[in-house]
C-alpha cells in the first residue's frame, strides 16, 4: 500500500495536471475571444470608412446639383433676355 506521502503526491501532481489543462483551454477560447473583437472592431472601423465616403459623395452631388440648377437658371435668364431684345438693323454695305 503507497504511503500517506505517495498518494498526496500524487493527487498534488494530478491537480496541476488538470490545473494546466484548464489553463491551456482558458488561453485558448480567451484568443478566439480576442480574435472575434479584433475582427468586430475591424468591421467598425471599415463601416465608419465607409460612412464617412458616403458623407463626402453626398456633399459632392449636392454641389453638383446645386451647380446644375444655377447653371440651368443662369441658362433661362439668357435665353429671356436674348428673346426680349429688339433684332438689330444689320449695316448696308
Not at 484568443?31 to 475582427?39: C, P
Not at 451647380?67 to 426680349?84: K, L, M, P, Q, T
Amino acid at each position: 500500500m503507497a504511503s500517506r506521502t505517495d498518494r498526496f503526491k500524487k493527487a498534488a501532481i494530478k491537480a496541476a495536471k488538470t490545473a494546466r489543462k484548464w489553463a491551456q483551454t482558458a488561453a485558448r477560447e480567451a484568443d478566439r475571444l480576442l480574435a472575434e473583437a479584433q475582427k468586430r472592431a475591424k468591421t467598425e472601423q471599415r463601416r465608419k470608412k465607409v460612412k464617412a465616403a458616403l458623407r463626402r459623395t453626398a456633399k459632392v452631388l449636392r454641389a453638383a446639383g446645386r451647380a446644375a440648377i444655377v447653371a440651368g437658371i443662369a441658362a433661362g435668364i439668357a435665353s429671356a433676355r436674348e428673346g426680349n431684345r429688339a433684332p438689330t438693323k444689320k449695316a448696308r454695305r
